[in-house]
């Protein structure tokens, strides 16, 4: 069936340490992935996107790495900053279903000054 | 530029009311979604926007929603004899749109809560 889930549920890390949440999906079918965080009272704030033709892909201090075989997916985050602390949630979307995102439950990620 | 804008951001009404959601999506996108995210899950996705036509409505859980985008920007979504289970937060994102898929920005969300 169609499903996103996360491996952890929180994850507490010190500031300057580099910080990895996890995603699997199910679906052989998805073809583009994003990575989301959200804040307290916000909405979901866009990170990063990768493509089913790629493997990784690089932004500003953050990595996703996307393992097609196991359909496994995962966000690195360098130099973990206080500011980083928020919800973290991988979603997907299906190539022959449009446009709409499946997302996961979420990892929270707090960071320890 | 202006990012998705959502009005109101809190409604509160009573079991059984006539409720409407607004969106405001980036200017230029043509692609608009709506999805609902309960306390401590992610968001669930609701309808699509592609233009003026709903290119995919199969996450409305009940005929008592309905959502519309006449003119192709602005989109209402509306919820009918509201019941205590549609408290949530009703998100708005939109995107480029066109084939392939792009990055969908979210707006604030409108926390929604039947007493």
């Known amino acids: 069936g169609e499903s996103v889930g996360l491996h952890l549920p929180t994850l507490s890390v010190q500031e300057g340490d580099n910080s990895i949440i996890n995603c699997a999906y199910s679906n052989s079918a998805s073809d583009y992935f994003i990575w989301y965080k959200q804040e307290s009272g916000k909405g979901p704030q866009f990170i990063i996107d990768i493509r089913s033709n790629m493997d990784k892909r690089q932004g500003q201090r953050v990595t996703v790495l996307l393992n097609k075989t196991v359909k496994h997916l995962s966000l690195q985050i360098a130099a973990t900053q206080p500011g980083d602390s928020a919800v973290y949630f991988c979603a997907e979307n299906i190539g022959n279903q449009g446009g709409k995102l499946i997302f996961g439950q979420g990892t929270e990620l707090s960071v320890k000054p | ?115």
Do not use: M
């Open chain 2, 1 to 115: 530029g202006a990012g998705v804008s959502q009005t109101p951001s809190n409604k509160v009404t009573e079991k059984g009311k006539y409720v409407e959601l607004r969106c405001d999506p980036i200017s230029g996108h043509t692609a608009l979604y709506w999805y609902r995210q309960s306390l401590g899950q992610g968001p669930e996705f609701l309808i699509y926007f592609q233009g003026t036509g709903a290119a995919d409505d199969s996450g409305l859980p009940n005929d008592r929603f309905f959502a519309v985008r006449p003119e192709g920007s602005v989109s209402t979504l509306k919820i009918q004899r509201t019941e205590r289970g549609d408290s949530a937060v009703y998100l708005c994102a939109s995107s480029r749109g066109g084939t392939g898929s792009y990055e969908q920005y979210f707006g604030p969300g409108t926390r929604l809560t039947v007493t």
